[in-house]
């Protein structure tokens, strides 16, 4: 391997040589090149004129210089390229370029790439990758011409590609018949590119799930230093032909910002607060939004902790409690706390009130798997924490992140007023969801 | 050879069931041997005759590049499949040919013939797939049959056509840059391009292959700004940035007089106030052709072509692409009134909630922004607090955001945070905190102290890297006020008994060396207690404590000249070189001998120099240079090609540039133009006031016509009409001189009808008989004074003018106006005849002009009515000119452009929806046709060809006009059949020479025909569509439509529908069938009080009834 990398990288200079310094710099994305954890190209695929996979090293050396795999550099210049990644999944999605482009505009590419694949694929993951290669290379085709995006609709690309089932693999090794789609796509004429035309369900349904999510820093007395919530509406919509869908809310004005998927009719937004849209077929992402701060942030979990390390000891006390507040009577689910502990804890000796805990000796990571918080039952977590003999009193104090959910409710108040259907004559199915959920919501000790 | 087919045999039975192999692992086999082999299997399988074997060849191909093994030997076999049937071998074939052209041309080359056949397929798809590959080709002998298909995909029907072919210059242009002027000349044709589809990509084009050449942007800006909101996202990106780089060249700084911006304040702000337009046309163009001279004296006025980019750019702030936002983001901070600046803030703060990748470049560009413009983001602070769980990367430059934006409120809480941060494990971080708090430290004097008092304390820190970092810190910090600080200078050197990380002792001796003036009396004190551990000191600290004891020497040699001595003397001994080195340097300089007379003189100066503070400052300053959202801003270096952000020019160049050409028509087609192009945006633009200006701006270009102030104000008309009417009665005079809005007139005239119709209807008859004799008196008058259609403008507003100063009766001149102005004279008649027909009126009202049918009346537009007319017409008009457009219910046609003058080399083309049944087939739309032939040559053979329809649609095709003499016009009617959609019907409209593409799109109001139906028939029908099938709006009803009949005619000319007779009147009733499937159309306009209204259609198909609310709604409020 070693040896490979650097014939290669003189491999990549010759190359590098043999440009002629006056053609003009092409734009846009060269080359894409895919690195599993372990740091094995994968994958290659070239849009204009091969690059060596050599340039790469360039990237493993920078992986090299970050300690973790999450603080290396999505831009690094090489002395004739530049590499910008994105790491989703523990692979890294590496995308060569020559020239000035707006690293954003790579960056979210990337990220398309990697949801179009998970639409596809389910997960995207480099045996699902490896599975698929010959579909993944239609796709990466389709999606860029000569490294300008070109179809990143996911309605349109499956149309121009089916995405591969069991039963289409079977079929298609029997017979012979292709993943390609027969017929030519036309979404990418219509001018809603991101619907195809003759849809078809026996059922028709429409779902909305609200989704919020709470960011939250609590400081060591329990005060909130900041709390915000971010929400999402991702929708499956199954709808038969071309349904022009309006969705309105008891309380639009406690949307402070907003994006939308590109189906939604914005001046309508602007003038009535209405969501008005001709919906994609399947799933995808309505709207996000933030909820203006001015709002107080309902907390819905508190901890009373007690972590404190004493000189000489050795040892640490550690006390977590836990309890619901301002949760509306709904449940807190599926709760989970983690934290990093200090490097110089060695061992934890906890008993836990309820769930199961875990520490990883090596990573120092502390995971209490709480599962429902019952109001009259507080669950705790108590014990002691052995120190690492003659080191010293950490001076550091942990960090609890803590995840949870709560269902049947959107904690900002937000609610869905109705949802109405034109264009399309049948009676569809309406459903919609609520769910509260952490976002990054972590407890200062 | 015979050994390996054996072998073949068994792989290619294995592989025939399973994946495809990804390649070929060298150490599972021999790799000679295997892959020769390995191939062979590939090539028979590549020229059996099954598809399936094919595809699977083809496959493992395709994973063997994937994985970047070479499979090149493979490329006579491969190519030979090019031409396959099998769309997916197709395709893999072309990936294939792609990857390895390049390498294998003369081969390649056989493939060519395919996609040249390709590129005349009917169907659009593959003509743009075989430009696609043919263009990716890399293979320089087949650049002329590139450069001709790519001229000839660019003039192709089919937008996405043109779109592929907008994409393949970069590729010609990478290969062959010599084609540079002939690929700018398919640039310049495809930037005029009207489709959202091609506007993306040809910019892109445009970047790459000629992005100096901004003036090819001129013609197109105005377009490029109102199409920007229905362009796919990536092109959103490419075209934001193109014209803010644009912009740079052709607007002047809007910040250019700050100071006297903010006096402005209020006033400016209202003036340019978002959705405002500039109503007078002419104070708008005198601003801009003084804009450049006066730019200094002046306070500012800003382009309202700048204005039209910042106000179309704004919403994809709210875009789901990051790219976009960060794009529109980079506009509005390098162009936009700093006033302004700030709403980029809150989608840049929602952007950091996105992946880390896009956090880090967000971020880097907010720290960027917040070095300018401060204030903006400050309301978000605590969004950039840090969590433990950022990566590094991303917590370093949210520090370096929070510390751009402390101020002296924040501040406290700003140290709060930070001092959490100091307690991290993450010791980068620590020390990027310990540095973002000196720099605090340094900007807001009142916490310098405090800032002070906590780097000191965290000198007892156990981690060597924070108290180096935190000594350090202060030791920059102290140098800046030094004198006061003598206390902290004290604690200090306190600290070096404790203190044994070497680097923060060696920081501490420097600071005592540098300061010992300041504290005279501990100096020596710390050198004698250092002299005494001397030798026990890691190196950097003993070259510290020489450099001491050379200062001390030198200031106070009475004291410590014999430690100073003693020092040097254990140095001179030191195993290490530089430390003896430098003893004996110093010793040297410092102590005079005889020998070294000159350097010692000078020994004070150079040690106690006064050093400069070291400035902390960001290493974001300054970057703004480069285009924020760039690579290049990015690195912080040029990446190649970058394109430079211009300086604001000093003068702003000459505006008129990005006028368009429009040719002297009536200034009812243009708008008409508009309308039409209004209705052909699917999709956001179904907003009127955002593309106001441009429009407006288009229209000044028949400038030369003295109607020109006139059109303009049309435009604000429809844009804001409430301004107009608070205008009041008394500039009502002007507005007339002025405008020559047909809308508008007809509101006046409504006013001035108002009135007889409220009043006794016997009376009011005889009234109007009157007026309308002279009327038509009056207007044949004026028709014969105007040659031409073209010219009726002019005439008109001149005629109106004279008029006005006589002004003998303000109603005539209006209603003659509104004659000339329509260009519709006899129609109305007809109608009028039927509507008015119970009232029993004479004939001559069949001049009447009102637009409004009278209440009480259902108008059915009748068929005879065409041979009135034609009868009336031959006895008013002696010119030929008049348009058949005329022909027809006036309050109800609009003529659409559809083929312009210039783009029909000559020819002409306009069409409108003549209301009339359409005889062979009553399931189409009767669609009247007028030809103009401008030209000097006769045009023959006029006929259409190659209809393309949504499925279900239905064209009768009007009969070949053989002839059209120059400079004559005729009129076709051919029918549609639009199966109740707005989708457009497209054909190619020929002559004997020449094809045009043109398209048919009706309004939604077109689709329907009255039907007659009685009060008790229409709620019985509108009982049966409740539910969804009923869409209810609430309504403002404009001003000048706040009575029954104004309602009624706007209803009407917005919808094909008839009158429903009803008791009260505050209600009015419509109803139509669609033309195809006759679903019921019901129109119900409640109006209460105050001018508020109700408005609810009932329409089985939803779609129509949703946008009919919605042209409606508009007829009605504007």
Known sequence: MLSGSLNGKQGEIRHQKGINVSLPLTKMIHSVFLINASGDIFLEKHWKSVVSRSVCDYFFEAQERATEPENVPPVIPTPHHYLISVLRHRIFFVAVIQSEVPPLFVIEFLHRVVDTFQDYFGVC??????????????????????GFPLATESNILKELIKPPTILRTMVNTITGSTNVGEQLPTGQLSVVPWRRTGVKYTNNEAYFDVVEEIDAIIDKSGSTITAEIQGVIDACVKLTGMPDLTLSFMNPRLLDDVSFHPCVRFKRWEAERILSFIPPDGNFRLLSYHVSSQNLVAIPVYVKHNISFREGSFQGHFDLTLWPKQTMGKAVESVL???????????????ASQGIYTFDPVTKLLSWDVGKINPQKLPSLKGTMSLQAGASKPDENPTINIQFKIQQMAISGLKVNRLDMYGEKYKPFKGIKYMTKAGKFQVRT | MSSSSAFNDDKGGSSSVGEPEYGHDPASGGIFSSDYKRHDDLKEMLDSNKDSSKLEAMKRIVAMIARGKNASDLFPAVVKNVACKNIEVKKLVYVYLVRYAEEQQDLALLSISTFQRGLKDPNQLIRASALRVLSSIRVTIIVPIMMLAIKEAASDMSPYVRKTAAHAIPKLYSLDPEQKDQLIEVIEKLLADKTTLVAGSVVMAFEEVCPERI?????????????????????????????????????LNPNINESLLEEGGGGEKTFYGSE?????????????????????????????????????????????????????????????????????AKALVRLLRSHSEVQYVVLQNVATMTIKRRGMFEPYLKSFYIRSTDPTQIKVLKLEVLTNLANETNISTILREFQTYIKSMDKDFVAATIQAIGRCATNIGEVRDTCLNGLV?????????????????????????????????????????????????????????????????????????MAKSFTNEEDIVKLQIINLAAKLYLTNSKQTKLLTQYVLNLAKYDQNYDIRDRARFIRQLIVPTEKCGALSKYAKKLFLALKPAPVLESPFKDRDHFQLGSLSHLLNAKAGGYQELPDWPEAAPDPSVRNVEVPEWTKCSSREKRKEKKVEKPFYSDSEGESGPTESADSESDSASGSESGSGSEESGSGSESEESEEGSESEEEEEEEEGEEKDQKKKKNKEIKKPVQESESENSSEEEERKNERKRRQRKNDSESESEEEEDESESESSQSESEDSDSEAEVKKKKVKTAQTKPPPKPAKTDNKKGKKEMSLLDLDDFEPAPSPQVTPVNNFLSNSLVTDLEGLSLSDNVLSPATISPSSATKSYELLHRITGEGLSVEYCFSRQPFSPDANMVAVQIEFTNNTTNDTKNLHMEDVKLQSGMRVKEFPEIELLPAGETTTAVMGIDFCDSTQAANFQLCTHSRKFFVSIQPPVGELMRPVFLTENEFKKEQGQLMGMNEITEKLMLDVKCRNEHAIVQRVITAANLSRVPCGSDKECRFSGRTVTSSSLVLVTVASKEEGTAQLMVNCEKMVIGTMLVKDILLALTQ
């Open chain 1, 125 to 146: 993951t480099e045996a699902a990758i490896k599975d698929n290669v010959v579909v993944v290379y239609e796709l990466l085709e389709e999606m860029l011409d000569n």
């Open chain 1, 337 to 351: 706390v983690s934290s990093q502990l200090p490097r110089g804890v060695l061992n934890t000796n906890l008993s």
């Open chain 2, 215 to 251: 003036d090819l942007i001129h013609k197109n800006y105005r377009k490029l700004c109102n199409l920007l909101i229905d362009v796919e996202e990536w092109g959103q990106v490419v075209i934001i940035n193109m014209l803010t780089r644009y912009a740079r060249t052709q607007f």
């Open chain 2, 276 to 344: 405002e337009d500039e109503d007078d046309e002419e104070e708008e163009k005198e601003k801009k052709s003084e804009a450049a001279a006066l730019a200094k004296r002046k306070p500012y006025v800003m382009d309202p072509d700048h204005r039209l980019l910042l106000r179309n750019t704004k919403p994809l702030l709210q875009s789901r692409n990051a790219a976009v936002v960060m794009a529109v983001a980079q506009l509005y901070f390098h162009l936009a009134p700093k006033a302004e600046v700030g709403v980029i």
């Open chain 2, 457 to 529: 304390q965290l000198l007892s820190n156990r981690d060597e890297l924070v108290v180096a970092e935190s000594v350090v810190v202060i030791k920059k910090l102290l140098q800046m006020q030094p004198e006061k600080h003598s206390d902290i200078i004290k604690h200090m050197a306190k600290l070096t008994d404790n203190i044994q990380v070497p680097m923060a002792r060696a920081s501490i001796l420097w600071l005592i060396g540098e300061y010992c003036e300041h504290v005279p009396k501990i100096a020596p004190d710390v050198l004698r207690k």
